[in-house]
Structure formats: C-alpha cells, structure tokens
C-alpha cells in the first residue's frame, strides 16, 4: 500500500534520480548530490527540531510502495518562504485611470515585484511517478502535507500559499518570460528558473524591473497565461482547491503561474477533521464506507495514508493490518481523520447556505 512519510538520508538514490528526471523541474531537490544531501538532512533536523514558531525549517515528504519499499513521489514544505532572503512575486493591482474632461474611468491591472509572501509557509516540490495511474496517489502526497500542518500548528504561519507552474509551450518556452523575463535577463527561461529555485535570489531584485508593468502593455500571448497554470499543473491546482485554497492577486515572476493561498483555520484537513481510535478492522468494503485521508504522529514519526471509513464518527478507525503497521499505529491510538473528498450531503447543505446568502 502507499503510504507518506518524511524523508530520510537512506532515500537519496531515488531522490536524486527524482530530481534529475522529473518534469517539470523540481526546485525543492537540488540536481547536485551534496546539496540534496544537505537539503534532505535538513529536513530530517527540521522533523526533529522542537520549534515553536516557523523559521528556516524544511520538511520533506515522500510516498512510498509499501509492498516494494520503491519511492514514487514527493512533496514538501517551506517553514517561511524567503528566511534568509525575500521570495518575490508579481502583484497584480489594479489601477483606476480617470478624466472628467474626458469621461474617462478606466481600470488597469498592472504587475508590481513583491516580497509581502516573505516569511508565510509555502507548499512546494510536488511530484508524483507519471506511472501511477488515477489521482488517489497524488491527492495523498499533495495533502498530506497539510495533515501535517493540521497537527503541528506551531510549526507554520496561519496563512499557507502555494505556487504553481505557469503556461508553457511544448518546448519549455514561457510566453510571459519571452515578453517579460528575457527583455531583462537575455537568457532562455529553464536557465534562469533552475538558478533561482525558491524566487529568493537577491539577483531576482537586482535585474527585474522595479516600477510597474501596465499589463495591457504586454502582447497578447503573455496577457493569456496571467494566472494560468500549466497543463502539467491542473491536477495539483485541483486538489488544492479542493482542500481549500484560493487564486491570489499574485503571479510568479518568472512564468505568471497562479499563486494559491489558503487561511489553515479553513482548510479541509482543520475543518473536516476528526480524531479517531483506532481498531481492528472487520468486515472491509462497507456500504458506508467512504474514503478517508489517516494520518498518525506517533513519537513524532508523520505517517499518511488513504483508508476506507464508517463515516460515523462514532464507529471510529477500523483498520486493516497493513494500514495499522503503515501508520505505525496499535489499536487503542488516536488517527487524525478528513473525508479525501466533501461528501455529497455536505457540498449540497453548502450550495443551500450560498442560494441563501
């Protein structure tokens, strides 16, 4: 069974070969094996760490085959986005143009460089092996790390953000790098996204544009993918829209990919969350049974997985045995649970509140 768990230094092999080969890139793993190294040792000092506020921490997540021990994606989180320099982003404000004489009142958007996401936490490096087929595995990898941030309030700031890649063609070309990026850099987009990483490089502030961009001002194929995640993308933006995220006036720098944040006190994983005890699972495959994110803290070892659950509550966590020894859990423990998708009775109560308001 698949089961999320932090990385270790005994996972470097496949993390490297993830870092070599993913695409899109993965700015999270370094492609050179010393600095993964160190990236990865960081986050297990991170797991570790007693904190009791965010800084410079960083958690690697990855998801692992049980019945093989084979790695098949990863995900982490970025305690404060920009800790030692400020991460960057284009701010997309809208700017009233008026005349009286003229009876003229126009709005229009123009791109400002920011760093107000310096210090929130931030979701990033998501990957999942192209060989596994549905979205199961994928919702797993990517919202297990907020079952983490469910658990480890201190850990993180209130508000989260995620950012996500933006438009390109078949050959890796950004039609907003080429209006906007390569008048100021005069490199290929790929160059410059690989030697900036985390958008916290001082250079992204030395050689970008300080004043704004009037956004009409740029060709159309650039004013297109404003805000647009790439196809490679989708599935990660539905997902976290699915958890509780929303756009942001902000784009990336570089590409103009969406930026999604989320309130944590709002997100499905605080929401929606129940805490169970676990037990002997009985007969599998329940009428009721419905599918469940699990996630376990035991000793402080993270464990998630998906497993099917009564939806009363009251029935708590019965669990099969390879769930249990995934989870690290005995019967008797305590198991944060969140339905992996809002159940019909629920989406239906909501859109009834929204007609109403």
Request: glycine share 8%; hydrophobic share 40%; aromatic share 8%.
């Amino acid at each position: 069974m698949l089961y999320v768990r932090p990385g270790r230094l005994s996972d470097l092999d496949a993390l490297e070969h993830m870092a070599r080969t993913a695409q899109p890139v993965l700015h999270s793993l370094p492609r050179d094996r010393k600095a993964l190294e160190a990236r990865v040792a960081l986050s297990e000092d991170s797991f570790r760490a007693d904190v009791d506020f965010p800084g410079e921490e960083f958690y690697l997540f990855v998801l692992e085959d049980g019945a093989s021990g084979k790695l098949l994606g990863t995900a982490s989180i970025v305690a404060a986005a920009g800790y030692s320099e400020p991460f960057y982003a284009f701010r997309n404000d809208a700017l009233i143009h008026a005349s009286r004489e003229l009876h003229v009142n126009r709005k229009i958007h123009a791109l400002t460089m920011s760093h107000e996401l310096t210090g929130k936490s931030r979701l990033a490096g998501f990957y999942i092996d192209p060989t596994l087929r549905g979205d199961a595995a994928a919702h797993l990898m990517s919202r297990a790390r907020m079952m983490y941030i469910a658990a480890n309030r201190k850990r993180f700031t209130p508000e989260v953000f995620s950012l996500l890649l933006g438009v390109t063609d078949e050959n890796g070309v950004s039609p907003f790098w080429e209006a906007v990026g390569r008048k100021f850099f005069g490199r290929d987009f790929t160059d410059v996204d690989l030697a900036s990483g985390g958008r916290s490089r001082t250079f992204i502030a030395e050689v970008m544009p300080s004043y704004p961009l009037y956004v009409p001002l740029l060709p159309e194929a650039a004013q297109r993918v404003l805000g647009e995640p790439d196809e490679h993308a989708l599935l990660a933006y539905d997902i976290q829209l699915e958890e509780g995220f929303e756009p942001d006036r902000y784009v990336d720098i570089f590409d103009a990919g969406p930026v999604l944040t989320a309130q944590v006190d709002r997100s499905a994983c605080v929401m929606r969350n129940e805490t169970r005890t676990v037990h002997e699972s009985a007969v599998p495959g329940a009428a009721s049974a419905t599918t469940y994110l699990v996630s376990s803290n035991r000793a402080g070892d993270f464990r998630c997985v998906l497993a099917e659950l009564p939806q009363e509550r009251a029935a708590g966590a019965p669990l099969a045995s390879a769930v249990r020894a995934a989870l690290g859990v005995q019967d008797g423990d305590a198991v944060r649970c969140v339905p992996l998708h809002q159940r019909e009775s629920e989406a239906d109560t909501d859109n009834q509140q929204g007609v109403g308001q």
